[in-house]
């Protein structure tokens, strides 16, 4: 992977970010060069980090599938065998990650960085956390945190549905962990609650505020989690529309405020007035 390290380094040396995780970790040594490689593996712009993150794309959906599988697999002998591989790979990404960061201590405090954490220690003691597993498909969540699929986006021209798109992980997001706290909290307790299925019945019903009422949860944590459930649910479904709907806006810094968001043929910011010099096809 020479080529990975030494873009990094020259980006360095030139006083350019290569990244928005910042500048590769600095140092000398093997072990900060070794850094400074998966920095540039994990966050660069070459044919290997592309391929390489790629990669891990595509591990994570797999990984992904097996949490939304979990229901199913359970029960099966070789749940066991998956849920000790899978560890593993969680464990390595996180560590790959934690030293391909230019600033551990703030790389430490991001929300999904504490959400994979969380996965990796339920993976670790699945029995002990066999109630908390629901929480497990958060790791939509922290995959759409991920730069690499909105680099892709913008790469081939699609960057104007970028925000559809984290609204609708956003949704998906929500539904399973909702499904995935129904079915452990109620399955066996309420009415018509047997399978996972279910419970994702009931959670869309819920949300989508249809309330066909041949499904409810009993009791008032019942009916406490059916309110939160059609509050947040409706606000999701707000916003996906309020991304699909309304006016495009492209991704352009002004130089005076910093506001991100400007209509295509924007020339000046509307925050401060500043002119504004938006190329053609910025968001393509």
Known sequence: MPDTTDAAAAAAAAGAEPSADGPPPRGR????????????????????????QGVVVLIDLAIIAFFLATPALSTEPIYLWLDVLIAIVVGLDLAARALAA???????????????????????????????GFLRALRIWTLSRSPTIWRGLRRHGLAHWEDATRAVINLAT??????????TGFAGRAEGITSYVDALYFTVTTVTTTGFGDITLPGTWGRLTSVV???????????????????????????QCALTRHEPDAVHCKACGHPLKIPDGDDD
């Open 229 to 255: 459930v059609m509050i947040v649910g409706i606000s999701l479904f707000v916003r996906l529309a309020q991304a699909i709907f309304r006016p495009r806006k492209v991704s352009f810094s002004c130089p």
């Open 102 to 132: 230019a600033d551990l201590k703030r790389w430490m405090r991001r929300p999904d960085v504490w959400i994979d954490a969380f996965i990796f220690v339920t993976l670790l003691a699945p029995a002990w956390f066999a109630n908390l």
């Open 174 to 183: 929500f539904l399973m962990v909702v499904t995935g706290f129904v079915y």
């Open 29 to 52: 040594g093997g072990f900060a060069r070794f850094r400074r490689a998966l920095h540039a593996l994990y966050h660069g712009d070459s044919r290997s980090a592309l391929r390489f």
